[in-house]
């Protein structure tokens, strides 16, 4: 075993105070929130309950690790809360100034869409200056 990673293998939590792995070290039966999501699963309110650790830019990283076997299954949207999503997006895809929606989202830098920004820009140009 390299020295870095025995610095990591602390399996019963004596070094870090709960079991610690190397980057790819972890037995199976557990997995990071993101690797939970993309079996459809969520931590479901369990404690942490492993992490690894390897040492990446600017200085050690930590990934916690939950149990497989005590997650819970992720929830699904209501038909409400599906609306509700389906009219905010629709509001920033529509136009302050001229009320239009778009099939982009307005840029919050601009504050209305495209075709209204470089009008409002040229209004607002004073006279240029000519030699």
Known sequence: MARIRATYWDPEGD???????????APAGYATARQLRAKGLRP????????V????????RVAYLYKVDQAAAKRTATAAQ????GKA??????CRTC????????PRSLGECLDCAPAMAAGSMSTEVTR
């Open 99 to 106: 009320g239009v929606e778009q099939p982009y989202y307005i």
């Open 53 to 60: 650790m390897w040492r990446g830019v600017g200085g050690e």
């Open 82 to 85: 599906l609306t509700a999503i």
């Open 44 to 51: 479901g309110g369990q404690p942490i309950a492993a992490q």
């Open 15 to 25: 070094t870090f105070g709960i079991p610690t792995f190397w980057w790819r070290g």
């Open 89 to 94: 997006l629709a509001a920033r895809r529509t």
